[in-house]
């Protein structure tokens, strides 16, 4: 019998690899990794923190293998590195290794913020079905947050746009398999200023404290302070 659950953290770029980690929007490179490194951390948080502890795969790129931080080491977490240019082919080598041994997969991405442990908690609930299910993580502007599913289908997952995650297209090439669809909405991506001043209101509210502890939003706020002309 397979095991029940398993959570890939999965990044599309650096985040280690100084030399390597994509700039965002208007910071230095510096701050930069801060932040995508800070997105990162709070997953580890989360995913620490569930009641029933089920194995974590921290998804990097290749340049990043050896400078992975040690906080992401457990005996229930490993690691799986790939090139992350070629998004297709890095979520095949992922899936191929690992979807066919458990029996729900939850792949959260990196830059994504607000899910919290209940999130993932009630994921599994939707996956824990002997029908092909699949839940999609939505944010507010139709990115994806985080993708469930309960059967890997090859067809369906070299069908996705890996490079475009957006909610409208996958709904469509989805819809072409026979799955059950689940949608949460209200996550967040971070992938521009936009996002950035979101995440700024968010966090600013006592229900952030959540999906982000106190310690992390320190974090958060330090690139807030940083970047504070850029708020307004």
Known sequence: MKPDSIIYLV????????DCVPIFESFSKENSQLLYQALIENHREIVSQQPVISPAVFCF?????????????????????????EKHNYIKLLAE???????????????SIGISSGDISKIFNLLAMEDETIVIGKSSNSRIAFLG???FNKELFMDIDWNNLNYESLLQIVNKHENFIHVMNNFMLIENLADFKQLYAELSKKESLSYCSQQMHEKFTHLFIEYKELLK
């Open 11 to 18: 990044s599309f770029a650096p985040l280690f690899n100084a």
């Open 61 to 85: 790129d290749n340049s990043d293998k050896d400078l992975m931080p040690l906080s992401f080491l457990s005996e229930n977490t490993s690691s799986f590195f790939a090139g992350t240019c």
């Open 97 to 111: 290794k690992y979807s066919n041994k458990y029996s729900n997969n939850l792949i959260i991405f990196s830059n």
């Open 149 to 151: 599913f309960n059967s």
